[in-house]
């Protein structure tokens, strides 16, 4: 999700993948502009929209938003290994409404129940994305939705639901609830492969954003930038492994299966 991160990774210009050869064994994909055809700014103005709807007796909307992306960047921030970002997120929150989780918790999630299942009603359709993913299960790859988790696990489930991708055997999807670290955090990478018991070496992020995804990279992760609806902030200068249109992609999962240098 593109938010204005002013987290800083540093990185040569003419920074090289390098080393041996490793099969690669899992996929690592980003959600929203990679699988789910979606503007990330338009949606979240229209998910803040929504959501801010429901606390207009508390305060204006503009506030309640403010407060929504302080308590966000708050996750975003985290270097606490301790906390998930769910921890985080209800530890400074709360703070900043004025009300405890016991009451605002319920409002959120009845709102994930209801106007939030509506935003997904203008997606453009996503009919190749199912057959992408189920074309990779069956080649032998594991997969996981390596969103920034930011939103708690049956929001992105309610996402997937939007390109029918929703009921797939995921090794992992991340959410707040699970991860300690969000994007464009390293850690957020080595915390998956954790959860993975995997090495970087076996394993690919396919991501439109250059910074957040392409950033798996500095953790040995091979990558690879789905450019149709590319973010590039010009703050990290990591050359992607792959470059290609989603459309393309089925071609470099191809590739990595038949030849065993790629893979």
Same mark, same amino acid.
């Given at each position: 999700?593109?938010?204005?991160?002013?987290?800083?990774? &540093?990185?040569?210009? #003419?920074?090289?993948? +390098?080393?041996?050869?490793?099969?690669?064994?899992?996929?690592?994909?980003?959600?929203?502009?990679?699988?789910?055809?979606?503007?990330?700014?338009?949606?979240? =103005? #229209?998910?803040?929209?929504?959501?801010?709807?429901?606390?207009?007796?508390?305060?204006?909307?503009?506030?309640?938003? #403010?407060?929504?992306?302080?308590?966000?960047?708050?996750?975003?921030?985290?270097?606490?290994?301790?906390?998930?970002?769910?921890?985080?997120?209800?530890?400074?929150?709360?703070?900043?409404?004025?009300?405890?989780?016991?009451?605002?918790?319920?409002?959120?999630?009845?709102?994930?129940? =209801?106007?939030?299942?509506?935003? +997904?009603?203008?997606?453009?359709?996503? #009919?190749?994305?199912?057959?992408?993913?189920?074309?990779?299960?069956?080649? +032998?790859?594991?997969?996981?939705? &390596?969103?920034?988790?930011?939103?708690?696990?049956?929001?992105?489930?309610?996402?997937?639901?939007?390109?029918?991708?929703?009921?797939?055997?995921?090794?992992?999807?991340?959410?707040?609830?699970?991860?300690?670290?969000?994007?464009?955090? !390293?850690?957020?990478?080595?915390?998956?492969?954790?959860?993975?018991?995997?090495?970087?070496?076996?394993?690919?992020?396919?991501?439109?954003?250059?910074?957040?995804?392409?950033?798996?990279?500095?953790?040995?992760?091979?990558?690879?930038?789905?450019?149709?609806?590319?973010?590039?902030?010009?703050?990290?200068?990591?050359? !992607?492994?792959?470059?290609?249109?989603?459309?393309?992609? !089925?071609?470099?999962?191809?590739?990595?299966?038949?030849? !065993?240098?790629?893979?």
């Amino acid at each position: 999700m593109h938010l204005d991160l002013k987290i800083t990774v &540093a990185v040569s210009n #003419d920074y090289k993948t +390098g080393g041996s050869f490793t099969m690669i064994k899992h996929l690592l994909f980003d959600l929203d502009g990679t699988l789910l055809p979606i503007d990330l700014d338009f949606f979240f =103005q #229209d998910y803040l929209s929504a959501l801010s709807a429901r606390f207009t007796t508390i305060m204006t909307e503009k506030e309640f938003k #403010d407060k929504l992306l302080a308590s966000t960047m708050a996750m975003v921030k985290s270097e606490d290994a301790t906390l998930t970002n769910e921890e985080v997120f209800w530890r400074d929150f709360p703070s900043r409404i004025g009300h405890p989780r016991s009451f605002l918790e319920p409002i959120l999630r009845d709102f994930y129940n =209801q106007e939030y299942r509506l935003l +997904g009603k203008n997606i453009p359709p996503a #009919d190749s994305v199912r057959p992408l993913l189920t074309e990779a299960f069956q080649q +032998g790859f594991s997969i996981t939705i &390596a969103t920034n988790p930011i939103f708690p696990d049956y929001a992105l489930l309610e996402r997937l639901a939007w390109i029918n991708c929703h009921d797939l055997p995921y090794r992992m999807v991340t959410a707040m609830e699970n991860m300690h670290f969000c994007k464009p955090n !390293p850690n957020y990478y080595r915390e998956i492969l954790d959860h993975l018991g995997a090495k970087a070496e076996e394993c690919i992020m396919v991501g439109n954003d250059q910074e957040e995804d392409m950033v798996a990279a500095l953790v040995g992760f091979k990558t690879c930038l789905v450019t149709d609806r590319l973010i590039s902030r010009g703050k990290l200068k990591v050359k !992607p492994d792959y470059t290609c249109s989603l459309a393309e992609l !089925p071609q470099i999962l191809t590739d990595l299966i038949t030849n !065993p240098s790629a893979r």
